[in-house]
């Protein structure tokens, strides 16, 4: 069971990867980005590193140049790359990267197949989940590099991921009272979700939509860009230093209002739920539209009354430690707890989410400036 | 009682600025700090603006320039000196800011004895609030000033500011349930301690003493500066930047450590309280000796049991709006909402902060890498 | 004959690619650089924009979007890809832009069959002397590409061009009179060569010998890099910023000096000519065995009297308009002129040279900090 | 009589002063200029390091952090404050400093009673040439500082600076020939200027007037910033990058010119002669009107042809040494040959220019981006 799911993930990597030509697996254009190719190399390296070298007994590393090349950030484990050189790396070749990729499945396979003790299958349900986390940074970051391109490149004819609606409209009341929060269960999540405890919450309500790229349109026309009363002090900063007027991937063309999406050029859809916002954007609008956002509790407390799934959600709270956070031992335990400065929750889970990777207490974070993860607007007031 | 309130304020703005000479008001060497000349300005320009133009029949503007050179992030007044030039003015001179804050006081008097109503009256201890801020920035933004000049200036040679000590050592529980966070009462206080509210706490423990200069030479010595593993992500990023490896005005000589006071350069204290780190140096030390820092509920709190006032303490909490948050209308309400992104919250007060300007429901705010501020570290765990 | 060169520098351009996989044909690390894809491509577009798109009737564009994507820095041509975004454009992928290229030889021969006049075989000319330098970048950019790599890629395992020797010693006598300086005969040549004329120069001498490896390393022993006494003002600030101490692509290992070569890392060869310094790191080296650089008047009236052609040679004169220069109409005219400023000439030619892009008129150029061409010391006292 | 001329260029400096309140000699705005206050305490340190140290028995250094102070690129004399934080130095204070050139003004009147050798005397000349720069520094830097404070501060009422006029117009004729170019005579000179030697020139011709702010308008009217074709490439980089739309100074207020001078905010007088641009601008100029820029042969050959004077006037020549050109032993060989990069040779003088620094031979250099100098053009063809 264990060893399908490993399977069906790394398939679904390589499925991903399946409209790829060689060429598109090399760049990275900005620092925040990765190539592809790292990316699915990456992956393969948690596994190899985190559970082959220690637990399957003979194992013989694939190269060891892999190590240095494919660490991300994880300092424990020794150098590596330079973040920002990462495009730089044409060598091994793509299909060397393929040739590694079999090489541990087959080791993978091999350890699963020996009765692993509950250690190794943790680290293994680890290694499953932060592959298909990089399966949503990979199609991030491909259309990221696409974008950038004139010729506008169509990743998937049939699949836009940008045309999501919602059917339910209104708001969602919440009582005051307490609640607990955080992850219960059984399943996987990460060590962010864990110290379930109570939160006392105000009375408030929220959203059951989206916000849409027409009501985001309307503000756009009424200067929401412009008005720097509706801004934080560094978002106002950000706005005008970057001199962002709409969101990421929107051009207007002859008046028109279009945006690039993995199936190319496409016009906005009015009716579809805005994406590719900040922080900083979602709150201005929040505030321009006289609501806030919601924090990430209460869309926690409030997420089985509406749905969700198809954008992540900025919501007002920081990414912090939950009470009684603890950091693991060991490589693994650089993987959430660095993070936890200047960046702010996103709760829910977008069309490129992995279906299995998707559950209410799921913490994401990003920078408020960020804008290429598929994020949008929920309001709460 | 308000008029002299009022006065006491400003003479202690005055007698802040008695050891300086004319050449002091005058240098911003970093875009952070600002000028002694911009500050009892900038304080006096608030009164005229927000105050005197509004409500006192027949005022005349003592200069038309002076809104633009001396506004500071109230973008709804108008245009205003860029930020990082505001050492480049020279003109008008000391005097004649001096002479602003004679003509301005002389009109706050007749205003104050007419018997003003309620709007005025908050407004004129918003004033008085602002301008005891302004009071520590300038000592802070001095201290700086005076840090970077080899000839390491005397502002006092009484008075360092950097030798004070905890009597009481050991620990203060913090029991389990509910407490009711935020201002309470009747006197002066900010927009962001509003909006009282109930908080849902675990069982921790507070130190009752802050961390010593002494203990934190001892985390040095044991490579406190050089252990990625102890660093957020980003706090390692910008130690690695900027070389850091002790607390901004430490300077080892000859094998002694000194820091640059107020005082001139005085050697360091072992017994006395650490002042001048990051919140990233202070998460760091916090995680090298097992212990975390407090929240700021935590801190609220306990603060009745432990001796508080002479150090800003770096909070866990990311600087966010309580529940119900409302911003005022006009440039008034640009006051503190507009900064709720990026920054972490600080409790108590230090040395340099005016004695009237200090409660336990006070939200003080910096950015996580900023050291120019009297700020130390109390444990939790 | 010309259909003949044409066809060779073609050939050419192809050979250089061999052994490179598709994945080397992406990145573009730097800005200075470019893609061997941009390269390939651009050179192509040369061909299509400035001769079959004017003179060839009935000629059909390959690719609207080509001319967008492979224009460099002719501005007058109309809008082009920014510079540092060349690294982002995946699509057209490689085999396209060997199609555009086999498309454009077919049309160029059919135009080079048609008996052209002299315009269009001057831009002829000049498009197989614009290939032949870019033959020569293509090999400089995939050299530092692949320098970032710690695979240390080898390109070429029998050509390392880094071992090159000069046979002669001594010194070459300049004797005081007029000379005439610039182009003069049949062949091609570019515009910045033009406007012969007369310099008078002093009398002095010029090194017979390129300065070696072993030369430099023993200035390197006795501290060039570390006594500002010998450097530049610029220069100096340059090597502190960058923290530059040995030239490019050197790397002490194990107390040894090694250095990457396009075949993988190599020792030092002591004996061989040096390379891949800046004009800063020269013109230091000069100073510091109590000679100079000899302008670029000098080198061309000595140059039949020593031996030159593997390396660059760093000259001491600053990179400006002969006498007389004309700009040429429309956009062919951008060639040379826009580039006379904060940059110095370099004689001679270089290992990676094409082999009739040699001749002692020559201009090349590059600012006083680059290092990644093939660049070398000869002496003038 | 050298003690006459020491005297009076002390006195000069100090003139130069009378219009300051102690506020304006502190600020430093820019990286590339100084405070008034650091220049004549630098011009008087540079008397008592380079001369009285040396040279005065029994002489006692004023106070020996100064030389920390106030040395400038000098990094032959030891370690220095970082270049861009002179504006933080507030002490010493302004009356110190002018204590500091009394003690050292008594100084150099007993050593120069004594009969003191060549060696001496030819010091005590570099020391006035040297302070002679400074005075027009101080003015430049000065104008820098007052442009960016919003209400405009008048230095003096009565002498604006930008206002001289040309009576002659048309050319002057160059005739093909040698000619002998550098400094030759008595007379103090730089060690740039030495080295007489031959200069062949082709034909040309030399403009009697120097371009007008009514020339200039044309242009910008006619789009001269707006068209890449005039600009050298990294001209129009920079033009770009910075938004230069105009010379440095100017303003259009209500449709009309204005530009900031020394007397405050003055209606451009269109008949004067032009100031303050680069030479990225000179140059567009010059290819706009279908002329270009003098070599600085050219000028010097034609400079007793036309009059000259009150503007530095670019030339198209790089500054590079001229044969022979001997770097002096210690730290007065700092003086000019570090410099020798990136720079251009502007001759002449300007309004700025103290009298007797005025030569034929003269060489100045600034960068090619440089604006803050009173430069202006002067075309040759």
Redesign the interface.
């Known amino acids: 069971m264990l060893v399908e799911q490993y399977d069906l993930t790394r398939e679904q990597t390589k499925a991903l990867c399946l409209p790829l030509?060689?060429?598109?697996?090399?760049?990275?254009?900005v620092e925040f980005a990765s190539p592809p190719?790292w990316h699915i190399a990456h992956v393969t390296w948690f596994f190899e590193e985190m559970i082959l070298k220690k637990y399957l007994d003979g194992y013989v590393e694939f190269d060891p140049?892999f190590c240095?090349?494919f660490n991300s950030?994880y300092?424990?484990v020794g150098e590596r790359?330079k973040r920002f050189?990462r495009?730089?790396?044409?060598?091994?070749?793509?299909s060397r990267v393929y040739e590694y990729r079999d090489y541990v499945d087959a080791s993978m396979r091999m350890l699963l197949a020996s009765n692993p003790d509950q250690d190794i299958i943790d680290l293994v349900m680890l290694g499953i989940a932060h592959e298909e986390q990089h399966q949503e940074l990979l199609l991030m970051d491909l259309k990221h590099?696409?974008s950038?391109?004139?010729?506008s490149?169509v990743y998937s004819s049939s699949r836009d991921l940008m045309e999501e609606k919602d059917a339910d409209h209104g708001w969602v009341d919440i009582n005051q009272g307490?609640y607990e929060i955080g992850f219960v269960g059984q399943g996987f999540h990460f060590d962010n979700e864990l110290g379930r405890?109570?939160?006392?919450?105000?009375k408030?309500q929220i959203s059951k939509a989206l916000v849409t790229n027409g009501e985001y349109l309307e503000y756009m026309k009424n200067g929401g860009y412009d008005d720097?009363?509706f801004?934080?002090?560094?978002?106002?900063a950000w706005r005008q230093e970057n001199n962002v007027a709409c969101p990421l991937y929107w051009r207007q063309i002859d008046g028109e209002w279009w945006h690039y999406t993995l199936s190319g050029m496409r016009r906005i859809d009015l009716d579809a739920q805005l994406a590719h916002i900040s922080?900083?954007e979602a709150?201005a609008y929040a505030n321009w539209i006289g609501c806030r956002l919601p924090t990430e509790f209460e869309w926690e407390v409030a997420s089985t009354e509406f749905s969700w799934g198809n954008r992540w959600e900025w919501t007002?709270?920081?990414y912090?430690?939950y009470?009684?956070f603890e950091i693991r031992e060991g490589a693994v335990g650089e993987y959430n707890g660095?993070?936890?400065?200047?960046q702010m929750v996103l709760r829910g889970a977008s069309v490129v989410t992995a279906a299995s990777h998707s559950r209410a207490s799921y913490r994401n974070f990003f920078h408020?400036h960020m804008q290429w993860q598929y994020s949008g607007i929920r309001l709460a007031r």
């Not at 405890?197 to 105000?202: E, N, S, V």
């Not at 660095?338 to 200047?342: E, Q, S, T």
């Open positions: 030509f060689t060429e598109d697996y090399i760049p990275q254009p190719k140049q240095f090349l950030y300092a424990g790359t050189e495009g730089a790396i044409t060598r091994p070749t793509v590099t696409f950038l391109n004139p010729t490149p307490q405890h109570t939160q006392h919450l105000a408030s720097f009363n801004w934080l002090d560094e978002g106002w922080f900083y709150s007002s709270s920081a912090q430690a009470p009684g660095k993070f936890m400065i200047n408020p």
